[in-house]
């Protein structure tokens, strides 16, 4: 499996830009941060944080499925890094 490339995606033609994260995204987001962990660890989180921003970007608006999304994500990036100790 190819891994993901933004490049490679294909923005609605109203959204090209990435938009600014809204206060509810924003909260969320700051849980995927990553530097604070052993480098080892940082490798496994580290996509998990590009995927969310990635998500927040391309999104069109804020959505309760969106914060779903978000929140369901941050459950895996947890579970996946603490797999890795």
């Given at each position: 499996?190819?891994?993901?490339?933004?490049?490679?995606?294909?923005?609605?033609?109203?959204?090209?830009?990435?938009r600014i994260p809204t206060v509810p995204?924003?909260?969320?987001?700051?849980?995927?941060?990553?530097?604070?962990?052993?480098?080892?660890?940082?490798?496994?989180?580290?996509?998990?944080?590009?995927?969310?921003?990635?998500?927040?970007?391309?999104?069109?608006?804020?959505?309760?499925?969106?914060?779903?999304?978000?929140?369901?994500?941050?459950?895996?990036?947890?579970?996946?890094v603490r797999a890795m100790l």
């Amino acid at each position: 499996m190819d891994p993901i490339q933004p490049d490679k995606f294909h923005y609605a033609e109203e959204h090209k830009e990435p938009r600014i994260p809204t206060v509810p995204e924003a909260t969320i987001l700051r849980y995927f941060s990553y530097k604070h962990l052993p480098e080892h660890l940082q490798k496994h989180s580290k996509p998990f944080c590009d995927l969310a921003q990635h998500l927040v970007a391309t999104s069109p608006d804020t959505s309760a499925q969106l914060i779903i999304a978000l929140n369901k994500l941050l459950e895996a990036k947890d579970c996946f890094v603490r797999a890795m100790l």
